[in-house]
């Protein structure tokens, strides 16, 4: 079992950008894919992100591509969203997953793990 932990969200302006961590522990990283996700008020947890279990595939949704980066650091067990040009339409609790299939998708469905989010808010 692997026991996830988000951090690094915060209130910023329109324009913005935020680092989001999630630091893994219990089991190493490189045994799962990894995904993000948000979830804003009244709206349906929404994929954001994800990357395979060795980095070389990454796939972003249509409403962050290009603004938004993943990534992962094995050895440091953590995977991170950098989050450029924030809207206020981003503005979610963001969740990392874990997907015991080394190449995870956009369902949250198919994620095993899930930390307790972090809050993302994007002033106008």
């Known amino acids: 079992q692997v026991q996830l932990v988000e951090s690094g969200g915060g209130l910023v302006q329109a324009g913005g950008s935020l680092r989001l961590s999630c630091a893994a522990s219990g089991r190493t990283l490189s045994r799962y894919g990894m995904g993000w996700f948000r979830q804003a008020p009244g709206k349906e947890r929404e994929f954001v992100s994800c990357?395979?279990?060795?980095?070389?595939?990454?796939t972003y949704a249509d409403s962050v591509k290009g603004r938004f980066t993943i990534a992962r650091d094995n050895a440091k067990n953590t995977v991170y969203l950098q989050m450029n040009s924030l809207k206020p339409e981003d503005t979610a609790v963001y969740y990392c997953?874990?997907?015991?299939?080394?190449?995870?998708?956009?369902?949250?469905?198919?994620?095993?793990?899930w930390g307790q989010g972090t809050q993302v808010t994007v002033s106008s």
């Open positions: 997953a874990a997907d015991k299939s080394l190449w995870p998708g956009k369902s949250a469905m198919n994620y095993d793990y």
């Open positions: 990357i395979n279990w060795s980095a070389v595939s990454t």
